[in-house]
Each structure stands twice: as C-alpha cells, then as structure tokens.
C-alpha cells in the first residue's frame, strides 16, 4: 500500500509531461526544419548573398533561427529534468515512507527482519525499472511528436489527381474555354477572367501584353499544373485532365522563363525524362537548339557537367540545351515562354531559325517580350489583366491604331529610337 502511495501522482504527472513534452518535441522539430530551409535556400543562392554583400545579415538570421531552436531546446531540457527529479523524489520518499514504516513494523513484532529487506530488494527493483520507463516515455513523445508531421506529409492529398488514362493521337488544336482561373495561395486575385482561345494545330501563336497579365499562367494551365476554376482547356477536343499523365507531356513540351538544368551531364540533361530518344535524337535536337556548336568546344562534349542548377553554363546555353530538352520528344506543340530572352542577337537569330523550322510540324505558343521575335507568327493574342483584347496577324493588328498592339509595338520601337540615339 505504502509502495503504491504515489503512483497516482506520478501517473498524473507523466500525463501532463508527456502532452507537454510531445507540443514541445514538435515545435523543435519545426525550429530545426526552419534553421535548415533558411540555410539550404542561402547556400543555393550563394552567389546572389555576395553581389548584394548579404553575407552577415544572413548569418544574423540564421544564428535569430538557432537562437529559436536552443530556447526550445532549453525548455524541453527544463521539463525533462523536472520530471525526471519528480520521479526520483517520489521514488527516494517511498523508499524512506517503506523504511519507516518497514521499521515501525519490525520494532513492534509484527513484521521479521528477512521480510523486510527482501521487501525492500523487491521494491528497489520495481522502483528502478519504473524508472526507466520514464526515459521510453520521453523518447515515445519525442517521436511522436516528429512523426506527426512525417504521418501530415504522407497523407497531403494532391489538389487535383494526375490520374487521367487517355492516349489520344495528338494533333495540336489548344481550345480555352470561358477560362476563370485564381492562383489558390491567392484566392482574392483573379489571373485570369473568362478567357476563350483557341489555337490551331500547327499554328504559331504568340502570347504579348503588359507584364503581370496573366501570359505564364496560360502557360502554367496548358502545362496542367493548375485546373482552372471555371471553364475548360482542350487538346484536340478533350479534356487535358483525361490525357495520360507523362504520355500529355511527351507531346507538350515547355521551355520556362528560367531554365533549370540538372547537376549531370549535357547529354543527361537533354535526355532528361525522355527514355525513349536515341543518341541521334539527342544529336539532332542538340543541333537545332544550337547546342552542338558551343558543346563540341569543350573538353568533354556532351559529358560535360552543367553543375548543380546549371551554375556551370551560362544563361544562354541553359536556354539553349532546354530548347533541345523540349525538341527531343518531338512534341505536337511545343511551347517558349521567353525561351530566348537571354540569347545575343547573333544566337537568337540562330535559333529562331532552328524554332521557325520545327515550327512547321507543330503548334508553337511564344510569348516574348521582344516583339520583333513574334511578329512572323501566324496569330497573336493580346492578354492585357487576364483577358484576350485582340487577336490577329501582326499586319492586321497593326491597322488598329487604337489597339493595345499597335501601342505596344511604338512603344518599344520608340525605345529602340532613344536607345540608338
Ligand atoms: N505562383 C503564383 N502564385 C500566386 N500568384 C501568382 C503566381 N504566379 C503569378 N502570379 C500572379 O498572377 C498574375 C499573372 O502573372 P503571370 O506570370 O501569368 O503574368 P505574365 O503576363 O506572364 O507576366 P510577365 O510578362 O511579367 O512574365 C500576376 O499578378 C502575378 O503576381
């Protein structure tokens, strides 16, 4: 009985430790997870840190984010000593409440000396190993307090399933249809407000408009990363969410505005996720992105590496060996979102020639800002604050003097002037 006086206060105690301890592990797991993101993104834009002399300033941050982590890490080292001195407190005045008591007993006859002490040995065993079931305890509630947010991260459910089955023959026709579309960590700013266009197969369209209109994202819906909140996009007349998944992004191939390259080699990164292309597919798309000139020049050819996000090329030969990444899977429509923005003029002509080759087998979707690059394009939508104002050849957009065309086209030529001059 006298053995057993405290367990319901350790029990309750535990029970408020382990909640307490379990909120604790968590918040520390974050703190970690927070000090570690922050030094990973500035390591990766190292050289950004430098040019702007950013160097202490991120050591400041990092060093405010470990400060965190220590703070937790205190109060978790305070709660644990806390009960763990609890523990050993009721654990030493049982032993002297058994004494005592055992003593009181064996003065007064009622009790042999034996008894005692094999009670004791006996009590001093339990003693010890309910003890250590106080250090399982704060490891249980350490991982239980990590896997919560491992078991949060297994279970995200994706927005919107990649689950679509279909494998049409694709022959390039891009329809949207009454597109509303708003970016979901944006809920309040439509991008896009009833947007209708249609693209036929083998056409090449360019994207123009004022910066922020909404040109990417029409790229970002044909892409699929996004589905759109209201309306609908087709390729060829069905739904792009019922197309096959990888089978979709054989046949359309993207060059972002920022290329990103792989840590691997130049061959790697052309072939990247095409399994399918042979050594003369690499060769001949690499050649037709302008590729094959500046590779053959290194030492190592198409096994040089591009280094981790391509840091090892420079902004045109990213853009170029992405051109051939997308060329590779002689995609029906293939489309340039700045693709050639970072090209001097020399190459850029090179390349538009290579593009307004392959152009006539395919649906080819542009959007530049330099509107000399577009102006051979079969048709060109004007998207000015998620909607398309005017679409047209350039000759013929050309004749609206009132047009949002015609003064963004005197616009730049204007600017060209001042520059010359
Ligand atoms: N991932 C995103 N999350 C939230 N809002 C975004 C996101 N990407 C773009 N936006 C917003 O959507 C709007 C349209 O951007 P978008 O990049 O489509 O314009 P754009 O016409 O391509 O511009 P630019 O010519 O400058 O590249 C902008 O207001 C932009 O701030």
């Known amino acids: 009985m006298v053995t057993f006086i405290a367990v319901p206060f350790v029990a309750f105690v535990t029970k408020v430790y382990s909640k307490f301890y ?21 390591i990766s834009t190292m050289r950004t840190v430098r040019s702007f002399a950013c160097e202490k300033r991120e050591q400041k941050r990092f060093e405010n984010l470990l400060s965190s982590t220590l703070s937790v890490n205190r109060k978790r080292a305070l709660a644990y000593m806390g009960y763990t001195w609890n523990n050993e407190f009721c654990d030493n005045a049982i032993l002297i ?21 094999t009670f004791l040995l ?13 250090y399982v305890m704060s490891g249980l509630m350490e991982a239980v307090g990590a896997s919560r947010k491992v078991f949060n991260l297994m279970n995200r459910k994706p927005q919107f399933e990649l689950d679509g089955v279909k494998k049409p023959h694709v022959n390039g026709n891009i329809t949207f249809s009454h597109v509303g579309f708003t970016y979901p960590t944006r809920p309040n700013n439509p991008v ?35 589905e759109p909140n209201e309306g609908t996009i087709t390729l060829d007349g069905m ?15 993207l060059v972002a505005q920022e290329p990103v390259l792989y840590n691997g080699s130049v061959r790697h990164n052309i072939l990247y996720g095409c399994d399918f292309a042979t050594e003369d597919d690499m060769l001949n798309a690499a050649k037709m992105a302008n590729v094959h000139g ?20 420079s902004g045109g030969q990213k853009q170029r060996i992405a051109i051939a990444r997308a060329l590779v899977r002689n995609p029906a429509v293939l489309i340039l979102d700045e693709a050639t923005s970072a090209l001097d003029t020399e190459s850029e002509s090179l390349v538009q020639q ?24 079969s ?40 520059g010359d001059e």
């Not at 739904?239 to 191939?253: F, G, L, M, P, R």
């Not at 290579?354 to 394009?377: D, F, G």
């Open 97 to 117: 409440a058994v004494l005592a008591y055992g003593g009181h007993l064996v003065l007064t006859g009622k009790m042999g000396k034996e008894q005692l002490i």
């Open 22 to 42: 379990d909120k604790i592990s968590e918040n520390l797991q974050q703190t970690i997870a927070d000090a570690n993101n922050m030094a990973e993104e500035v």
């Open 354 to 377: 290579a593009l307004s080759r392959c152009a006539q087998e395919r649906t080819v979707i542009i959007i530049a800002h330099r509107l000399s690059t577009i102006e051979k394009a």
């Open 239 to 253: 739904h792009i969410k019922d197309i096959n998944h990888i089978y979709y992004h054989q046949k359309v191939a």
């Open 122 to 134: 006996y009590q001093m065993q339990l003693g010890e190993n309910l003890y250590n079931l106080s």
């Open 192 to 226: 896009l407000k009833d947007l209708t266009l249609n693209i036929k197969a083998g056409e090449t369209v360019a994207l123009v408009g004022p910066s922020g209109g909404g040109k990417s994202s029409i790229v970002s819906l044909i892409e699929h990363f996004y």
């Open 379 to 418: 048709k060109i939508a004007v998207i000015v604050k998620g909607q398309l104002v005017q679409m047209g050849a350039h000759d013929e957009l050309m004749l609206d003097t009132d047009g949002m065309y015609y003064s963004l086209v005197s616009r730049q030529m204007l600017n060209a002037k001042v």
């Open 294 to 313: 500046f590779v053959m020049e290194l030492e190592k050819g198409y096994d040089t590496n591009c280094g981790e996000k391509g840091v090892q090329m």
